[in-house]
């Protein structure tokens, strides 16, 4: 069974960093595309950045240059940092998990986290 466990949101000023961590159980590391996505209230969820076992990385234009994501496959984590903070990235933060890294839509992604909220106020 697979189970992502994100970790890290927070309340933080603009200008601010966070980290947020999600931690993959029962997930296969070999062959993956790990992504975090972002919903506002009353908007769609969108992809932030994505990564793939080549370290490959995607990024949103809107968090080009501010979000960095990562990953460590021994711990089978994969990370995001987010510095700069603006209040409009103020999201339910979600992790999610899908063999291969094609299209960044959410429906391109099988295996979802709960979230970690993250709020950045001005």
């Known amino acids: 069974q697979v189970q992502l466990v994100e970790s890290g949101g927070g309340s933080v000023q603009a200008g601010g960093s966070l980290r947020l961590s999600c931690v993959a159980y029962?997930?296969?590391?070999?062959?993956?595309?790990m992504g975090w996505f972002r919903q506002a209230p009353g908007k769609e969820r969108e992809e932030v950045a994505d990564?793939?076992?080549?370290?490959?990385?995607r990024y949103a234009d809107s968090v080009k240059g501010r979000f960095t994501i990562s990953q460590d496959n021994a711990k089978k984590t994969t990370y995001l940092q987010m510095d700069m903070l603006k209040p409009e990235d103020t999201a339910m933060y979600f992790c999610?998990?899908?063999?291969?890294?094609?299209?960044?839509?959410?429906?391109?992604?099988?295996?979802w986290g709960q979230g970690t909220q993250v709020t950045v106020s001005s």
């Open positions: 999610a998990a899908t063999p291969w890294c094609s299209g960044t839509s959410a429906s391109a992604f099988s295996f």
């Open positions: 029962g997930y296969s590391y070999l062959r993956n595309c």
């Open positions: 990564i793939d076992n080549d370290a490959n990385t």
